[in-house]
């Protein structure tokens, strides 16, 4: 019920940048809290940012003061700026959201996931 659509990941060099977006669509009350995770080869899928309806802001600690995540709530869409890339940023990122969603009878809140789009930074 809750399709995504992200874009934005590329191959670039150490010190580069780049920015994700990810577009939701389809049928939902409302879209609540957004994020991106990321999940490298052989490695556990890990929180990157997340941002929630009225802006509250959540970062990795690895990312912090390089990465910027925000929100367009009129387009139902989130990005995340990437600057200062390192070769440990590469990865699978993966945009995240929890979408209100009317099910047997009730509103609930439900997580959707993307595809996910491939970050690679070469050193």
């Not at 080869?41 to 309806?53: C, D, F, N, S, Y």
């Not at 509250?56 to 690895?62: F, G, I, Q, T």
């Not at 990312?63 to 990437?82: C, E, P, W």
Request: glycine share 8%; proline share 2%.
């Amino acid at each position: 019920q809750v399709q995504l659509v992200e874009s934005g990941g590329d191959l670039v060099a150490v010190g580069g940048s780049l920015r994700l977006s990810c577009a939701a669509s389809g049928s939902f009350r409302s879209i609540n809290a957004m994020g991106w995770y990321r999940q490298a080869p052989g490695k556990q899928r890990e929180l990157v940012a997340t941002i929630t309806t009225d802006r509250r802001l959540n970062y990795a600690d690895s990312v912090k003061g390089r990465f910027t995540i925000s929100r367009d709530n009129a387009k139902n869409t989130v990005y995340l700026q990437m600057n200062s890339l390192k070769p440990e940023d590469t990865a699978v990122y993966i945009c995240n959201v929890r979408a209100s969603i009317y099910r047997t009878g009730l509103w609930r809140e439900y997580d959707y996931w993307g595809q996910g789009t491939q970050v690679t930074v070469s050193s």
